[in-house]
């Protein structure tokens, strides 16, 4: 059985383990919520605003998008979308991957194929081409991979979607916004019918508790889509809040460059300690350290630095991912970092 498993959320202590934006939303959409009037409160939410301005920011058609709660409900969406009508379908992902898609996959009924990721957590194109099959009816691709942060070459993902026309071809973009790389805006994208990509603004824009993320796809696909997620599933406060997240370009722009700096940071102090890691396009870094995982990552939270233990995924053996936030934040897991090791040592 495929479940998500929730992920113990410290109280206090520094949040490096869910690839937040560790230093918190825009003003902007501080402001925004503290300005929605008590109307706006008690009513149904309205959504032109905000798709509207997403499609923009996107550089995407509006009717080629919809607005979801968090972009984990458009993994549910897209999952059901997928299989309706069908019988013994399959769902293929590739691992280690993001729990949600064989969570939602296992869920509503479907066999999830796992197509493990070559060395060095590579596109394992081969594998995937020869794991499609006639019940294959949803793929799952993470472009830049979480946990590894690696990008899919948009050659290889126009190639899946060409060799799988019986199925849906998910692009989950989750950490595009670090990469700089996406479909979005492409006539490759536009022109195939069973691709769709999947974005959210719980990371480079820091709305995760707000829960707003959306799905691009063709019009036909996304009101199918439309039949499974609530009408009302966004509320009010995310609704007034994302306009703001994505106009205030400045506060995503200063992030990013923080993000890319702390990135190099660990890199350097990687490099330096002679430890493992896999270079990232995501706001987070994959790292082997060579002693026990799990006993560090327990060291670290004891120092109140919070990483994601990958370690007892066989995909990611004693690997943990640590999140490339704000460069302070970055230097204080530095700090305790080496700290562990050193005291290890
Ligand atoms: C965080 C994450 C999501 C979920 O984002 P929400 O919008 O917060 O639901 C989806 N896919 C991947 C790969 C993620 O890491």
Request: net charge negative; with cysteine; glycine share 8%.
């Amino acid at each position: 059985m495929h479940t998500y498993e929730p992920v113990s959320t410290p109280r206090d202590g520094l949040r490096l383990h869910l690839n937040e934006n560790t230093a918190g939303c825009s003003p902007a959409v501080q402001a925004a919520i503290h300005a929605l009037s008590r109307q706006a409160v008690s009513s149904y939410p309205d959504y032109a605003a905000a798709r509207a301005a997403c499609a923009q920011r996107l550089g995407v058609n509006a009717e080629r998008l919809l607005l979801t709660n968090g972009l984990d409900e458009g993994i549910l969406g897209l999952t059901g979308t997928a299989l309706k009508g069908a019988t013994s379908s399959e769902v293929i992902i590739l691992v280690p991957a993001f729990d949600m898609y064989a969570a939602a996959a296992d869920g509503l009924g479907a066999s999830v194929v796992q197509v493990p990721l070559a060395e060095d957590f590579a596109f394992p194109h081969d594998r995937l081409l020869a794991a499609l099959t006639p019940r294959t009816r949803l793929v799952w691709l993470t472009n830049p991979n979480n946990p590894s942060g690696r990008i899919i070459p948009r050659e290889a993902i126009l190639a899946v979607a060409d060799a799988a026309p019986q199925a849906l071809v998910a692009v989950d973009e989750a950490y595009a916004d670090f990469s700089g790389e996406t479909l979005l805006g492409s006539d490759a994208f536009e022109t195939r019918n069973n691709l769709v990509v999947g974005r959210t603004f719980s990371k480079a824009y820091g709305l995760a508790g707000l829960r707003v993320g959306a799905l691009i796809g063709n019009a036909a696909l996304l009101a199918a889509v439309g039949r499974i997620v609530p009408p009302y599933s966004i509320n009010a406060c995310a609704a007034a809040a994302l306009p703001a997240a994505l106009a205030d370009t400045g506060y995503y722009d200063w992030y990013r460059a923080e993000v890319e700096q702390s990135r190099r940071l660990l890199y350097v102090t990687f490099d330096r300690l002679g430890v493992t890691y896999w270079p990232s396009q995501a706001n987070f870094v994959l790292v082997r350290p060579a002693g026990d995982c799990a006993a560090l990552v327990r060291a670290l939270a004891a120092r109140g630095i919070h990483v994601r233990d990958r370690s007892r995924d066989t995909h990611s053996v004693n690997c943990f991912r640590v999140t490339a936030g704000v460069v302070a934040d970055t230097a204080a897991f530095i700090t305790a970092f080496e700290e562990v090791l050193c005291g290890a040592a």
